[in-house]
């Protein structure tokens, strides 16, 4: 029997992908020798299954975005106690390996190791599985409350703001930033943000998405041209420090400082923020690393793409 007979070949749309999976089908295809007689229906089931789930060319983009993913940098934000469960022997992925990574990233996660054998997916497995996560899921156990969030941040300014109080005057300077305060508020509302505070001629807009954060931004850079105005936007994810109304700690300056970096028309974001837009589309700039004031290390910093 054929690997090839189940229908479940080598991309055609993009070689790049085949070297990723090359590995994957190599060890689907000794899977499917070893359970050719009593599991050749089921093993034909899934392959129609798989086709009929997607085309071949979506399937390389899934394939690559799991591979570019990286979500490191918010693993210690965790604040829950998730179980890592994993296989020994798993004859599809070497998860140890990343099992261990998983506990270290999370300080309070808890490991749970399965007996060797085949897969979860595997029919008789997950009975197995489901028994094995149960005991985890039946455990209850407090935990502290705790005033830190996990939010994106996106903050604007007003460039060249001192230079349009002196050209206009007060007074039609005061019309012209209720009418930019005005259309910030109605792209908020739009892309589902949370005004934290404004900062005279900017402002801190929390976001759950890092997507919309971005989104959020560049529409209001295309909204402010027939004002004859502009900003800079600077969009941090991290972990915050909630008090009240308003957002305190380490991310929020940093967030401030990432800003900064940006000139006229530009959104900047951090490699937290490009890491975890992954597939969404937005494409990104490098500009390098930079020491940004008070704030420990460099960092990496990327600019968005129209």
């Known amino acids: 029997m054929k690997f090839a007979d189940h229908g ?12 990723l999976i090359a590995p994957l089908r190599e060890v689907v295809r000794k899977l499917f020798v070893k359970l050719a007689s009593p599991m050749a229906s ?15 060319k979506e399937d390389s983009l899934f394939t690559r975005f799991n591979h570019d993913a990286n979500t490191h940098s918010i693993l210690r934000a965790i604040q829950v106690s998730p179980a890592v469960v994993y296989q020994n022997g798993n004859q599809w992925v070497d998860s140890i390996d990343g099992s261990k990574y998983l506990l270290d990233c999370v300080p309070c996660a808890e490991s749970n190791e399965l007996p060797p054998g085949d897969d979860f997916s595997c029919p008789g497995n997950q009975q197995r599985f489901a028994a094995q996560t149960g005991k985890l899921f039946a455990k209850t156990r407090s935990v502290a409350p705790s005033d830190r969030v996990l939010l994106t941040l996106l903050m604007t300014d007003i460039v060249g703001s001192t230079d349009k109080v002196t050209e206009l005057g007060d007074e039609k300077w005061g019309e012209l930033l209720q009418q ?11 892309f589902e943000g949370t005004e934290v505070k404004t900062t005279g001629d900017g402002f801190q807009i929390s976001f759950d998405l890092p997507t919309l954060a971005i989104r959020c931004a560049e529409s209001i850079h295309r909204d402010l041209e027939p004002l004859g ?3 800079r936007a600077g969009v941090h994810t991290g972990e915050y420090v909630r008090c009240g109304d308003e957002l305190n700690g380490v991310a929020v300056h940093l967030a401030a400082r990432i800003m900064d970096i940006g000139k006229s028309g530009e959104t900047i974001v951090s490699s937290t923020v490009k890491d975890l837009v992954v597939g969404s589309g937005i494409t990104f700039s490098t500009l390098g690393n930079h ?6 290390n460099k960092w990496l910093l990327f600019r968005v793409e129209d």
């Not at 005005?182 to 739009?190: E, F, L, S, T």
């Not at 020491?291 to 420990?296: A, N, R, T």
């Open 291 to 296: 020491i940004l004031k008070g704030i420990q």
């Open 229 to 231: 105005m502009s900003i």
């Open 42 to 56: 089921v093993y034909r089931w899934y392959a129609v299954f798989a086709r009929l789930c997607t085309i071949p």
């Open 180 to 190: 930019h305060n005005r259309m910030v508020r109605r792209n908020i509302v739009a």
């Open 8 to 19: 479940l070949i080598a991309s055609q749309t993009d070689p790049a992908i085949n070297v």
